[in-house]
T-cell receptor, first 111, second 115 residues
Framework: QKEVEQDPGPLSVPEGAIVSLNCTYSNSAFQYFMWYRQYSRKGPELLMYTYSSGNKEDGRFTAQVDKSSKYISLFIRDSQPSDSATYLCAIDGAGSYQLTFGKGTKLSVIP | SQTIHQWPATLVQPVGSPLSLECTVEGTSNPNLYWYRQAAGRGLQLLFYSVGIGQISSEVPQNLSASRPQDRQFILSSKKLLLSDSGFYLC??????????????FGDGTRLSIL
């Protein structure tokens, strides 16, 4: 079983829609959770970083962590064409120097 | 604020040629440094990481090597490139406070094509 599972999409939504992106993980020792946004031909950019269960909000973005279900989500409200990118979840390596990344979900927001 | 620089942005090399990709970080000291390769549909593959000068850990046996000659400099090298070395190479840094509970911050990558 892979340590982090992320639906690769692609996901296509109309402008203004609420977007839900998700990852599941298998190792209950994971404690820190991140979401990155990657535009084409660019490096991943950190969007959200959280280490506890519950919600964390930053503008139009909300990160949600459910440690009991080993499930993390990123919600994007009022999606914009500029949100079109690949979104990667990342989880700390449970006692290592590494992060474990999902493979990314490609999102397109259609004007 | 911290910044990370990678160069070159794009590189086309013949098979069998050497490689040197450089990454530098500004605005922080003693960072953890990482080299990744990203292939379509395969996600981010960690190649090397370093927690200090001269300290390199390799994750994947391959045709590549890494060095960290200075605190904020990380170099990815190869003596003879293979076709399979083509890909998008990303450097990242994280605060070196210990284990991986710190987010990583990425450069804009080098797109390497081997002909």
């Amino acid at each position: 079983q892979k340590e982090v599972e992320q639906d690769p999409g692609p996901l296509s939504v109309p402008e203004g829609a609420i977007v839900s992106l998700n990852c599941t993980y298998s190792n209950s020792a994971f404690q820190y959770f991140m979401w990155y946004r990657q535009y084409s031909r660019k490096g991943p950019e950190l969007l959200m970083y959280t280490y506890s269960s519950g919600n964390k909000e930053d503008g139009r973005f909300t990160a949600q962590v459910d440690k009991s279900s080993k499930y993390i989500s990123l919600f994007i409200r009022d999606s914009q064409p500029s949100d079109s990118a690949t979104y990667l979840c990342a989880i700390d390596g449970a006692g290592s120097y590494q992060l474990t990344f999902g493979k990314g979900t490609k999102l397109s927001v259609i004007p | 604020s911290q910044t990370i620089h990678q160069w070159p942005a794009t590189l086309v090399q013949p098979v069998g040629s050497p490689l040197s990709l450089e990454c530098t970080v500004e605005g922080t000291s003693n960072p953890n440094l990482y080299w990744y390769r990203q292939a379509a549909g395969r996600g981010l593959q960690l190649l090397f990481y370093s927690v200090g000068i001269g300290q390199i850990s390799s994750e994947v046996p391959q045709n590549l090597s890494a060095s960290r000659p200075q605190d904020r400099q990380f170099i990815l090298s190869s003596k003879k490139l293979l076709l399979s070395d083509s890909g998008f190479y990303l450097c990242a840094w994280a605060r070196g406070r210990g284990l991986s509970n710190q987010p990583q911050h990425f450069g804009d990558g080098t797109r390497l094509s081997i002909l």
